[in-house]
T-cell receptor
Framework: DTEVTQTPKHLVMGMTNKKSLKCEQHMGHRAMYWYKQKAKKPPELMFVYSYEKLSINESVPSRFSPECPNSSLLNLHLHALQPEDSALYLC??????????FGEGSRLTVL | DAKTTQPNSMESNEEEPVHLPCNHSTISGTDYIHWYRQLPSQGPEYVIHGLTSNVNNRMASLAIAEDRKSSTLILHRATLRDAAVYYCILRAPTLYGNKLVFGAGTILRVKS
């Protein structure tokens, strides 16, 4: 099993909603990442978890709240988002030789 | 953070080799060079990585300059399925939890 699974694939939410994105891997990897990608731009690093602890936060606004309940699961909690937060949110886990395995992403639209 | 520079776009003919360059003049002695590609409507996909020596795998080859200030990803026979954005990224030697930052990448177009 070499997959990173992200759910939901698509999410539409209002600016007052609270929602969560979920990412799961069963490869035994100990580092997981969240990236944000706008159309025709490269992925932009948001958060890095290493051994279930937050190791990198790239000055992301507090309306994005990551959580790593266990080594297989990574969540991104969303609250009071703005329309400009609409993007593709990518999760990745880091393999044993440092390479990243990405999911297909969750496409978020904020109305 | 060491930065990478790549051409905005390149074009290739199908069945011909493609050489995608990347400059990383501020690379530290222990940074790994990673390459990823992103096909339309998909997440990025790992292609190959190396430290000092040239590397080959089933997808591509990676040629690293002797001074490590540049590298080249080589696709030996481009197919239409290789049309994607190719990213060159530097990774610090710590195995887990690195600050892996994507640059603008190179859009590869493959003509039939």
């Amino acid at each position: 099993d070499t997959e990173v699974t992200q759910t939901p694939k698509h999410l539409v939410m209002g600016m007052t909603n609270k929602k969560s994105l979920k990412c799961e891997q069963h490869m035994g990897h100990r580092a997981m990442y969240w990236y944000k990608q706008k159309a025709k731009k490269p992925p932009e690093l948001m958060f890095v978890y290493s051994y279930e602890k937050l190791s990198i936060n790239e000055s992301v606004p507090s309306r994005f709240s990551p959580e790593c309940p266990n080594s297989s699961l990574l969540n991104l909690h969303l609250h009071a988002l703005q329309p400009e937060d609409s993007a593709l949110y990518l999760c990745a886990s880091q393999g044993y030789t440092g390479e990243l395995f990405f999911g297909e992403g969750s496409r978020l639209t904020v109305l | 953070d060491a930065k990478t520079t790549q051409p905005n776009s390149m074009e290739s003919n199908e069945e011909e080799p493609v050489h995608l360059p990347c400059n990383h003049s501020t690379i530290s002695g222990t940074d790994y060079i990673h390459w990823y590609r992103q096909l339309p409507s998909q997440g990025p996909e790992y292609v190959i990585h190396g430290l000092t020596s040239n590397v080959n795998n089933r997808m591509a080859s990676l040629a690293i300059a002797e001074d490590r200030k540049s590298s080249t990803l080589i696709l030996h026979r481009a197919t239409l399925r290789d049309a994607a954005v190719y990213y060159c990224i530097l990774r610090a030697p710590t195995l887990y939890g690195n600050k892996l930052v994507f640059g603008a990448g190179t859009i590869l177009r493959v003509k039939s």
